[in-house]
């Protein structure tokens, strides 16, 4: 029976419903329900023939379960998604992660579970909203999807749809009610989410629908998130949040310019120092009401340079690269703290400075993943960011 029970997964897997139906015919009842109750263990995933074959889309072999030998929609498995490993993923959670709409609606017709968890809370509406798939999120909310429930991270629907950048999935989450104010774990919002990750239509959605400036858990507002990963259109647009003080003005320009300075992927000098004169010229506005700088003591590793106070001084380095690096790094210092204890040259700051600070990218550790669900069986480094602090893997499940 275990190897009938294989050929069953197989036929179901590869969605030949005729195969399936000849295999599962003239059998008791508790020989058809121990076939399609059997878990096969296959390529790093655990599951019953209705889980992979929501899983893979082949909405006939589901309707065939469903009808003809009334499946248990609520059976659990662990699946694999883009090398992410989900535990207690039930057939519904597979089609929304994976996108197939009918076999979604199949589910739900049947009366699937539209809240049921995978192990790390995460819900097929949260599946879904990973990858943008308005439709089904429409359709899950429509029959009952709870769009409070966070995963184990208490990261919501709405951040993983902004830090994606599904503006119209964001827009529709808002519409429903999801609070844009909501907080991870690790204090970020859904609005550190989009800042980050650099979708300006979504951080001005968020910010007509009364999202805050708040700190999260590393000391670090969305508009200093959006400084630090080089985001200028966002930095731009959130200095004229209500919220913004000057202080946060001036703070903000100087660390984007710092990070065109020293950030491998958006690497600009000339932006470097444009943001850094503005920055400059804002502490100097109101004669009356001068945004003071908080100079760092001469350091070694900087070659005892000392940060620039005047508009004469910036100018002194304009074309010194050198110098500008320096200055980048005194001010990510200064603004963000230091991070890197051990500096013994100027060379090994620059390098050391693009390096990775956590071992996953921030967002990513902040409850994260594809689908902010699972488990990640490898590990991979990406650029240094302040913005999140760690939280969860990937997929966050």
């Known amino acids: 029976m275990e190897s009938l029970a294989g050929y069953v997964y197989k036929a179901a897997s590869e969605g030949r419903v005729l195969t399936l139906a000849a295999l599962l015919l003239n059998h008791s009842e508790p020989e058809t329900e121990y076939l399609l109750s059997y878990v096969t263990q296959l390529a790093g995933q655990r599951s019953t023939p209705l889980i992979i074959a929501a899983r893979n889309g082949h909405d006939k072999v589901v309707r065939l379960l469903l009808d003809h030998y009334r499946v248990d929609t609520e059976q659990t498995g662990t699946v694999r998604f883009d090398g992410y490993v989900i535990d207690g993923a039930t057939a519904l959670w597979c089609a929304a992660g994976a996108g197939h709409f009918e076999v979604v609606r199949l589910l739900v017709s049947h009366r699937a579970n539209v809240n049921h968890t995978t192990i790390t809370n995460s819900t097929p509406l949260r599946a879904a909203c990973f990858d943008g798939r308005l439709d089904i999120v429409r359709y899950l909310v429509e029959h009952s999807a709870d769009i409070s429930i966070t995963n184990k991270y208490n990261n919501t629907c709405l951040m993983i749809a902004a830090y994606k950048g599904h503006t119209d999935v964001v827009k529709f989450l808002l519409e429903q009610g999801a609070d844009p104010n909501a907080k991870a774990h690790c204090g970020a919002t859904a609005l550190h989410?989009?800042?980050?990750?650099?979708?300006?239509?979504?951080?001005?959605?968020?910010?007509?629908?009364?999202?805050?400036?708040?700190?999260?858990?590393?000391?670090m507002t969305p508009l200093k998130v959006a400084a630090e990963s080089c985001k200028a259109d966002v930095v731009e647009l959130l200095l004229t949040h209500a919220d913004c003080d000057p202080r946060s003005r001036v703070e903000a320009l100087e660390l984007l310019g710092a990070s065109f300075a020293n950030d491998r992927e958006n690497y600009d000098i000339q932006k470097t120092y444009r943001y850094l004169h503005t920055a400059m010229m804002e502490r100097f506005r109101d004669p009356d009401s001068i945004v003071a700088k908080e100079l760092l003591p001469p350091i070694a590793a900087y070659g005892g340079r000392s940060e620039c106070r005047t508009l004469e001084d910036l100018e002194a380095i304009r074309v010194d690269r050198d110098a500008l690096h320096m200055e980048g790094l005194m001010i990510r210092e200064r603004i963000l703290g230091r991070t890197i204890s051990t500096c013994p040259t100027p060379s090994s700051i620059v390098v050391l400075s693009m390096l990775t600070t956590w071992s996953l990218s921030s967002a990513s550790n902040c409850g994260f993943t594809r689908f902010a669900f699972g488990r990640k069986e490898t590990g991979t480094r990406t650029r240094t960011s302040y913005a999140l602090p760690r939280c969860s893997p990937r997929w966050s499940t």
Do not use: D, S, T
Request: proline share 0%.
């Open 193 to 219: 989410f989009a800042a980050e990750a650099g979708h300006l239509e979504i951080v001005k959605e968020l910010v007509r629908c009364q999202a805050a400036m708040v700190v999260n858990g590393h000391g």
